[in-house]
């Protein structure tokens, strides 16, 4: 397994190239914005990008859906408690004076304990709502791609319409922290950090 991470848009948003080496099959993992570079990236490893999943519907995480599905035509995934902000992603950008794209309706709607295959690659879907009420994190091998769940020594922010501070902080304790601690941990922004770091040194979480 491969992780590329090419940070896209002005909120500067992880988006992640996952792909399985064996078959060169892969997957888009929340394609902000920045379709050409993401497009770049995809070209450069030649890989065949078979599925769009998308953590949550925040606008900076889904404004290049349209254009990497069209250049693609991968199956477009995400949790069924934030399909409606795909449709809205236009307007919530615009508070924040920026311009993006409405996603396209997704091809199928994700839940926990569900799997999503990518090549010969299985990745476990965790639902850890509180940043948003559809937040998911993605578990394969010891990589954990968490959106903005967690952070680097923070956590997602949880004032926001469908946050909920203390569903997060409960979340990342039972869901994220049971896992071992060399796994590592690739957020929505920022760089990779472990679960065992976070244990210890996460200010907000603690155990």
Known sequence: MKIKTIVVGPLQVNCYLLICEKTGKAA?????????????????AGCDVVLIINTHGHF????????????TGAELVIHA????????AGMHASVYGLTVENSPPPDR?????????????DLDILHVPGHSPGSVC???????????VLFAESIGRTDLPGGDHQLLIRGIR??????P??????????????IGHEKISNPFVHL
Do not use: C, W, Y
């Open 28 to 44: 888009v993992i929340d394609p902000g914005a920045d379709a050409p570079l993401i497009m770049q990236a995809v070209a450069a």
């Open 60 to 71: 900076d995480h889904i404004g290049a859906n349209l254009r990497i599905k069209e250049a």
């Open 81 to 88: 408690a934030d399909l409606p902000m795909l449709g809205q």
């Open 109 to 121: 709607l994700i839940s926990a304990g569900e799997s999503l295959r990518v090549g010969n690659l």
């Open 138 to 148: 993605l578990h394969v091998g010891q990589h954990l791609i968490v959106g903005d």
């Open 174 to 179: 039972e869901k994220l922290f049971v896992l």
């Open 181 to 194: 601690d060399e796994t590592m941990v690739h957020p929505g922004h920022g760089p990779d950090t472990s």
